[in-house]
T-cell receptor, first 114, second 109 residues
Framework: DVKVTQSSRYLVKRTGEKVFLECVQD?????MFWYRQDPGLGLRLIYF???????EKGDIPEGYSVSREKKERFSLILESASTNQTSMYLC?????????????FGPGTRLLVL | GENVEQHPSTLSVQEGDSAVIKCTYS??????FPWYKQELGKRPQLIID?????GEKKDQRIAVTLNKTAKHFSLHITETQPEDSAVYFC????????FGAGTRLTVKP
């Protein structure tokens, strides 16, 4: 059974803190993605990775960085959290080509930045 | 890059009626069009997808149509049930996936 897990379901941080969100998949997928979900804006791609140590910017990479040291793990880093980064963060993974395959989503992390 | 527009943003139907959600995309190279359903508090899950070499696909009460010339695709749900109530996202991809803003479907019993 497909499984994508995220390190936290809810997180509260203060402005300026460094925040780590982790995602782990057990399907041996090559591709992993980080999205943020905001009302009325749908799912917006922050970063994606198609291989270990490889990363590509999505639509809204500003204020974020990522790390993929192992195939199964993809981390999203907020170097200095700001209130406009309060959002739901969803991780996903997929196989096949970058855009040609079902994406399996994690349960999401709801981040509140005070 | 790809841009996906989705309409309507909210849709309310009576149980048993049909629901239609429409999406347009901008990149003619897009070749994969999935639809995701997200129930309240849960992760998005794939419900149906279509590839650019197919015009229509059906799975029980759900169907998707694709018009490549016009660059639009639609989700059709027939005989709606209260458990169909959710947010539905369309997406289009070639190199990476872009999602529509979502449609909140409410099915009234």
């Amino acid at each position: 059974d497909v499984k994508v897990t995220q390190s936290s379901r809810y997180l509260v941080k203060r402005t300026g803190e460094k925040v780590f969100l982790e995602c782990v998949q057990d399907m041996d997928h090559e591709n992993m993605f980080w999205y943020r979900q905001d009302p009325g804006l749908g799912l917006r791609l922050i970063y994606f990775s198609y291989d270990v140590k490889m990363k590509e910017k999505g639509d809204i990479p500003e204020g974020y960085s990522v790390s993929r040291e192992k195939k199964e793990r993809f981390s999203l880093i907020l170097e200095s959290a700001s209130t406009n980064q309060t959002s739901m963060y969803l991780c996903a993974s997929s196989s096949l080509g970058l855009g040609d395959g079902t994406q399996y989503f994690g349960p999401g992390t709801r981040l509140l930045v005070l | 890059g790809e841009n996906v527009e989705q309409h309507p943003s909210t849709l309310s139907v009576q149980e048993g009626d049909s629901a239609v959600i429409k999406c347009t995309y901008s990149d003619s190279a897009s070749n994969y069009f999935p639809w995701y359903k997200q129930e309240l508090g849960k992760r998005p899950q794939l419900i149906i997808d279509i590839r650019s070499n197919v015009g229509e696909k059906k799975d029980q009460r759900i169907a998707v149509t694709l018009n490549k010339t016009a660059k639009h695709f639609s989700l059709h749900i027939t005989e709606t049930q209260p458990e169909d109530s959710a947010v539905y996202f369309c997406a289009a991809s070639f190199n990476d996936m872009r999602f529509g803003a979502g449609t909140r479907l409410t099915v009234k019993p």
